[in-house]
């Protein structure tokens, strides 16, 4: 079966928001491109002032099957960067106290809080909310609400 991993883009701030979600997840990157690593080819457009030092590529695992990337966006590569909430990670957690903790580290200085983490009808935990890095998440622990 195929897997799906979240990819994030940052207007800039890519390396600080995975340094943020490194302490979160208690996780480590595994790899980080910079746009100054690509390759001088003969014919390619010059690298743009704004891409120097801006990360190209990195990630980190979050368990054993899901992966956590993202990149800056460069508007000299003809890219602009829009936040919307059209997508959320959800982050399902195997207890409460989980729910409770990352949902503490998540959300601190979150630019929108739209539910504080608590007992809904569906779930014994649940949150919505953007963080302060402009990334949309839930966080849910069913619990002893399992849906039928």
Known sequence: MAKIHAYLNFNGNCKEAFDFYQDVFNSPVTGTYYFDDMPNEPGAPALPEEAKGKVM??????????????SDIVEGFGQKLSFGNATYIMVDTESADEAQRLFQALAKDAKLMEMELGETFFAEQFASFQDQFGIYWMIHFE???KMN
């Open 57 to 70: 590529h990195t990630s980190l695992a979050l368990g054993n099957n899901t992966m956590l990337m993202g």
């Open 143 to 145: 619990g002893n609400k």
